[in-house]
């Protein structure tokens, strides 16, 4: 087990359009799992991400009325999570 931390990665950094340095910081440790994995051969990663996103983001995006209710926004964040 070889733990890679990205602290503050959410959801939302992880979407085709960011450049947001979470995401770039996301990429460059991805890339480093599959540099120590051995030719041919695959890398088993297990990702814990999205606590900030439940805990912090879905309120403000309610509050600043991104989304028109907390479960429009869990839904909306949902879908996120399936396309990236």
């Keep these: 087990l070889v733990p890679r931390l990205v602290t503050g990665l959410k ?3 992880l979407r085709e359009n960011s450049s947001f340095y979470t995401r770039i910081q996301f990429e460059w440790e991805m890339e480093a799992i599959g540099k120590r ?5 695959r890398a ?15 309120g403000i ?3 600043r009325l991104r989304h028109p209710s907390l479960e429009a926004a869990a839904s909306a964040l949902a879908e996120l999570y399936v396309r990236v």
């Design 61 to 63: 995006a309610v509050e």
């Design 11 to 13: 959801i939302w950094h």
């Design 37 to 41: 994995a051995p030719q041919g051969s």
């Design 44 to 58: 088993d990663v297990l990702l814990v991400v999205g606590e900030i996103d439940c805990r912090e983001a879905l």
